[in-house]
């Protein structure tokens, strides 16, 4: 049973567009929401998180967007570049115990 | 600092055989994590500890074994390998202070045939 459904699997995005990935859990106890960018060959690294009293946050060109009451988390990508070109794992843990991941989005951006 | 370390980048196993991933921080945190990575199913958690000697089981821990002595290494014991345990494996620390950010090694890719 998959705890954190993530859409869509792949995406595809001219430059200066905006990239947008979402996902949807169902356990309330979930207490922290982080998104994760991997490039081929590399372990995911830590791109933005979020906790559930704020409903936005904002770093650089990246925004998650917090919808508590829908249980949904989406992750923005303004201006997105060729160096965006990524896979996205969005993810949610209940006090950084257990973590669970969704199943990833593969993103390209074609200059 | 190297941050998290992986060994090895590759191995080859044949079916029942066993063996080691070691995992190793040089930034004294106190929880590490063990994932499993498979084409298009995300990250797994296979087990997890919040200090040495302390370890608790994650989403999907059959066929696997870890142990904590110390707060620098987490090795992750494959006990008769099975094809079902071909994947990338990723080792990841935190601090699990105000922030619970993991860091994640570079991965060992294990193909069991």
């Known amino acids: 049973q998959q705890q954190v459904k993530q859409s869509p699997q792949s995406l595809i995005v001219q430059k200066g567009g905006i990239s947008i990935i979402n996902c949807a859990y169902e356990?309330?106890?979930?207490?922290?929401f982080p998104w994760y960018q991997q490039f081929p060959g590399k372990g995911p690294a830590l791109l933005i998180a979020?906790?559930?009293?704020?409903s936005e946050k904002k770093e650089g060109r990246f925004t998650i967007s917090f919808n508590k009451s829908a249980k949904q988390f989406s992750l923005h990508i303004m201006d997105s570049q060729p160096g965006d070109s990524a896979t996205y794992f969005c993810?949610?843990?209940?006090?950084?115990?257990?973590?669970?991941f969704g199943t990833g989005t593969s993103l390209t951006v074609i200059p | 600092n190297a941050g998290v370390t992986q060994t090895p980048k590759f191995r080859i196993l044949k079916i029942g055989q066993s063996m080691t991933l070691q995992c190793t921080q040089d930034?004294?945190?106190?929880?590490m994590y063990w994932y499993r990575q498979d084409p298009g199913m995300g990250l797994k958690l296979i087990y997890y500890?919040?200090?040495?000697?302390?370890?608790d089981k994650g989403e999907v821990p059959n066929g696997y074994n870890v142990s904590r002595s110390t707060t620098e290494d987490f090795p992750l014991r494959l006990e008769l390998a099975a094809p079902s345990q071909t994947s990338v494996y990723f080792c990841?620390?935190?601090?699990?202070?105000?922030?619970?950010?993991?860091?994640f090694g570079p991965g060992t890719r294990l193909t069991v045939t």
């Open positions: 990841a620390s935190s601090s699990r202070g105000l922030s619970y950010e993991q860091y």
């Open positions: 500890s919040v200090g040495a000697g302390i370890t």
């Open positions: 979020i906790r559930p009293d704020v």
């Open positions: 993810a949610a843990s209940i006090a950084g115990n257990q973590f669970y």
């Open positions: 356990n309330t106890a979930f207490d922290y």
């Open positions: 930034m004294n945190h106190n929880y």
